[in-house]
């Protein structure tokens, strides 16, 4: 079945950029997103990529896909404090008509 | 315009008893998938509803149920709660059975205790 991998900490300083990493196995997935949760909340989908896609730029947002590793990435430039939460990245199955996330990347900002 | 809202926000119930959760879809959307957020884990697909029948199912017991009224508004029912069932149970509407882009609700917060 679909596994999507994500590493579980991330930390950076205020202004830096974050790259959040994520692996997943499906090769048929045609959508792979990304989500952000802070505490206590629901899922705000943040941005997602077309799998016939290498890159999607929104404002600070950078998604990057590699195929043929199976490897996806969010960069968020000049990250703000207001950034920290976990993200899940994901992806859509056809089959299933469903969303299969990965664990979560806290993301952790420090001032 | 309102998004998707979930109804209550918190919810404590013991072993053995029964829970229904609500969701009402994001104006203009007609499908409703729901979700279980175990305490650090990812959300895990339940199930779908679309035409107000159950359309796709993950790995979860009979225990788990569902309904979608004619107003795209849905249910989920979890009968002979287990610990295991406390989670953050979270609710998706999209437009159409084959849209991908959901938009989640704020959840429901489920202690069993």
């Known amino acids: 079945g679909e596994d999507v991998e994500q590493s579980l900490f991330l930390s950076v300083r205020e202004g830096d950029s974050s790259v959040i990493n994520c692996t997943y196995t499906?090769?048929?997935?045609?959508?792979l997103y990304w989500y952000k949760q802070e505490p206590g909340a629901g899922l705000q989908l943040l941005t997602y990529i077309f799998s016939n896609m290498d890159m999607k730029q929104d404002q600070r947002l950078t998604v990057l896909l590699n195929k043929k590793d199976k490897h996806l990435s969010l960069r968020i430039a000049d990250t703000q404090t207001g950034d920290s939460a976990i993200y899940f990245c994901?992806?859509?199955?056809?089959?299933?008509?469903?969303?299969?996330f990965g664990g979560g990347t806290r993301l952790m900002v420090k001032p | 315009d309102a998004g998707v809202t979930q109804s209550p926000t918190h919810l404590i119930k013991t072993r053995g008893q029964q829970v229904t959760l609500r969701c009402s879809p994001k104006s203009g959307h007609d499908t409703v998938s729901w979700y279980q957020q175990a305490l650090g884990q990812g959300p895990q697909f339940i199930f779908q509803?679309?035409?107000?029948?159950?359309?796709q199912r993950g790995n979860f017991p009979d225990r788990f149920s569902g309904h979608q009224f004619p107003n795209y508004s849905s249910e989920l029912n979890v009968n002979a709660l287990l610990l295991g069932d406390s989670a953050l149970y979270l609710c998706?509407?999209?437009?159409?059975?084959?849209?991908?882009?959901?938009?989640f609700g704020q959840g429901t917060r489920l202690t069993v205790v």
């Open positions: 509803y679309y035409e107000e029948e159950e359309r």
């Open positions: 994901a992806e859509w199955d056809n089959a299933g008509n469903m969303l299969t």
């Open positions: 998706a509407s999209s437009l159409g059975l084959m849209n991908t882009e959901a938009f």
């Open positions: 499906d090769s048929s997935s045609t959508y």
